[in-house]
């Protein structure tokens, strides 16, 4: 049997589109291609008019200098252990209220989860002076508890939890309680892993906030000791005024994006689904 012969308009109309595709990657691509290969030039390279586009004699000299010159090991650790508990501190209180909004029938549940929502219209300097305010007021200032707290629960995820979760069928919901199954078993063990792709694409979007969450932790923040990376590569911004140490921040910003980097590369799959789902939804 003779193999279909594509028409030569289709191939082309085909290529095209590929190169429009490539394109379009290659645009929001190319700031993070500049980022890494700034990072290994050497200070003479790196104002260099014409710029080069691949390092001549790549270096990790400013990388060395960028882990020495600030307590870069201390803060990176800082950024985990705030961006971490902020991420699965919000995404148990996204799913339990999610749930709670979803399936429960009470009165004025609307008017509260509305009320909920229209706290995302907030700008966050609005908040940000009563928030300082009932922080320190309680005696959290300079401590991880303090920075963590504005960020325990999120409107954001409460509302993408209860979209998702209002799709789940009832009736397993009813099968699990004459079973005598307690309400947190049925949402562990029953709901989250049907709504997998919304619990990772929240957790990827926290964690990612999280971590470059600049103006709270500086506002809340006075202990160096503790500061997150955000803010220690703002001490390296005092070097900026000599080149030999511009591609020094640029090489500090580029270790400090390697976690959020990592963590979407390894839940790309399901982060897609779950972007590609909430836009099912509408």
Do not use: C
């Amino acid at each position: 049997m003779s193999r279909r012969r594509t028409h030569p308009r289709t191939l082309a109309q085909r290529a095209l589109l590929y190169l429009l595709l490539a394109v379009v990657a290659v645009v929001p691509l190319f700031p993070l291609y500049w980022l890494v290969i700034s990072a290994f030039k050497t200070p003479a390279e790196f104002v260099t008019i014409p710029p080069t586009w691949f390092p001549a004699s790549p270096t990790f000299d400013q990388v060395n200098a960028a882990l020495t010159q600030v307590p870069f090991a201390q803060s990176m650790m800082n950024s985990v252990i705030i961006a971490g508990g902020a991420t699965i501190s919000v995404l148990i209180t996204s799913i339990l209220a999610g749930y709670v909004f979803a399936k429960y029938q009470f009165r004025g549940k609307n008017l509260m989860f509305w009320g909920i929502v229209a706290t995302m219209f907030l700008p966050p300097i609005v908040t940000l002076v009563p928030l300082y305010y009932l922080v320190n007021s309680m005696g959290l200032s300079d401590s991880y508890i303090g920075v963590l707290l504005p960020w325990l629960a999120n409107a954001f995820g409460i509302f993408l939890m209860r979209q998702f979760i209002m799709d789940v069928p009832d009736e397993l919901i009813e099968a699990a309680r004459l079973d005598g199954a307690s309400e947190f078993r049925i949402v562990w063990q029953f709901v989250v892993p049907l709504i997998k792709p919304a619990v990772v694409t929240l957790a990827v979007f926290m964690f990612v906030f999280s971590w470059n969450n600049f103006l709270w932790p500086l506002t809340i923040l006075r202990t160096e000791a503790m500061y997150p990376v955000v803010l220690t590569l703002n001490r390296l911004m005092s070097y900026t005024m000599s080149f030999d140490y511009q591609n020094v921040v640029i090489a500090g910003a580029l270790i400090a994006s390697l976690p959020t980097l990592i963590v979407f590369l390894i839940s790309q799959r399901v982060f897609v689904q779950g972007i590609a789902s909430s836009g099912v939804k509408g």
